[in-house]
């Protein structure tokens, strides 16, 4: 668990994630979502050491969470730890079990 928070720690940091509400005309731009997933990928491939995970599956999913559950303007006026703990739950729940 400790590695999906450093995971998601670094990710909010570096992309400084925002999210929308579930209105496709407020989805989160494409080649925002491309930079998020990236990075993303990136982090979690480092860290996922089961073959098992798919670091694309793991962030498409969180990624999805966070677009369906917040608006941009509320998530935006959030402190880091707030976002890190928002996008948390995702993290775990598109996690693959051990």
């Given at each position: ?14 992309v ?18 491309g ?26 999913c ?37």
């Amino acid at each position: 668990m400790r590695r999906l928070a450093v995971v998601l720690s670094f990710l909010l940091v570096v992309v400084g994630v925002a999210g929308c509400g579930s209105d496709d005309d407020q989805a989160w731009p494409q080649d925002y979502q491309g930079l998020w997933m990236g990075i993303c990928e990136a982090v979690t491939a480092k860290l996922a050491d089961d073959p098992e995970v798919s670091p694309t599956d793991v962030c498409r999913c969180t990624l999805d969470g966070l677009m369906s559950a917040f608006r941009l303007s509320d998530y935006e006026s959030w402190s880091q730890k707030v976002k890190d703990g928002a996008a948390a739950p995702y993290v775990t729940m598109c996690w693959p079990d051990d």
